[in-house]
């Protein structure tokens, strides 16, 4: 097992046999407009992405349907050859239509197709960490996932991928998850504002798996609420920050992947998660999403 010392806020966490800072960073955010296409700014995209590892951050985020393609392109140009400690998590189970739109990609041959396509866009011999993304773009959808599900653990038996995850999961789909493979973190959104999860996310911090919240500043729709916007002035810091900081004091098991194209937002993120809030202050907090 790799060990690491970090002085990131959260400190560490292990996926698997895999050590992660806490504080991650995800990669959405570098594509084009509507996460179509390349960056208006492709320098300053692969600056973000150097600064991330600069930072001590071990843990990237991304999703062959980013660009689709780009954010890849863009963590193999700034990173590749990847540091020993660096790990790259990837989605595949969605691909992009013309309009900008994600239909779900779920059959064995496209799912075979994305894990190809990832090793090959990152540079990679192995996938460190697989999520299957269910649902579709209005959030988890019911059913079963064992038939993707058993072809992501195909290519992990043929050595393809290193660890698996389900993203946009139902509780069950979860549960069905684990009947059939170990999986190492569960993705799905969340935030100050947004707490559906918060049963799943106590009982998966009892199992020792991760749960790695998506839009934890609200994603396309940043978080504005005036409790959020009380606390943040009182501590002198910004609503970005206190809601980073609150997830990473809401329990153990969650990681952080904020998403930003701005080197000042990414320092100001590391910055502010460290916060450190009292049960006055987690309490306030704790009535924005109930
Ligand atoms: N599994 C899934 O289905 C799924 C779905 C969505 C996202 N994800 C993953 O989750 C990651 C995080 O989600 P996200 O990036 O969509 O949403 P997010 O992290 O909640 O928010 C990102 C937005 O916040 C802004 N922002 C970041 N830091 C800021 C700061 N300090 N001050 C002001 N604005 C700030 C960014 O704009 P700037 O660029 O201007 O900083 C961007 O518009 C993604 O990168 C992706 O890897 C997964």
Known sequence: MSTLSTSLPGGTWTLGDLTVTRFGYGAMQLAGPGVMGPPADHDSAVAVLREVADLGITHIDTAGAYGPRVTNLLIREALHPYAESLHIATKVGATRDEHGGWPPARQPE????????????????????VNLRLGDARGPRPGSLTEPFETLVELQRQGLIRHLGVSNATAEQVAEARTIAPIVCVQNMYNLAYRQ?????????????AYVPFFPLGGFSPLQSSALSTVAARLDATPMSVALAWLLQRSPNILLIPGTSSLTHLRENVGGAGLSLSDEELAELDKIGR
């Not at 496209?110 to 011999?125: I, P």
Request: glycine residues 6%.
């Open 110 to 129: 496209d799912l075979r197709r994305a894990v190809h396509e990832n090793l090959e866009t990152l540079g990679l011999d192995v996938l460190d960490l």
């Open 197 to 209: 999860d918060d049963e799943l996310i106590d009982e998966l911090a009892e199992e020792g798996i």
